[in-house]
């Protein structure tokens, strides 16, 4: 899971990042811990890459 801030100021779970969009909290987790990027973790970071580029 990864965290949001609400507007009430509390922490809530949730299952997609805001900071990373389009990437669930298991794939950035993986990223994050990969000692070699695998093909499939290139291909998350290119899409949430894009996602980062469009806003």
Same mark, same amino acid.
């Given at each position: 899971? @990864?965290?949001?801030?609400? =507007?009430? +100021?509390?922490?809530? *779970?949730?299952? @997609?990042?805001?900071?990373? =969009?389009? +990437?669930?909290?298991? *794939?950035?987790? @993986?990223?994050?811990?990969? =000692?070699?990027?695998?093909?499939?973790?290139?291909? @998350?970071?290119?899409?949430?890459?894009?996602?980062?580029?469009?806003?």
């Amino acid at each position: 899971m @990864v965290h949001r801030l609400g =507007p009430d +100021g509390c922490c809530r *779970e949730a299952l @997609v990042s805001e900071t990373f =969009p389009g +990437g669930t909290a298991t *794939e950035i987790h @993986v990223a994050l811990n990969e =000692p070699s990027l695998s093909p499939e973790t290139l291909k @998350v970071l290119d899409r949430v890459g894009r996602r980062l580029g469009e806003r």
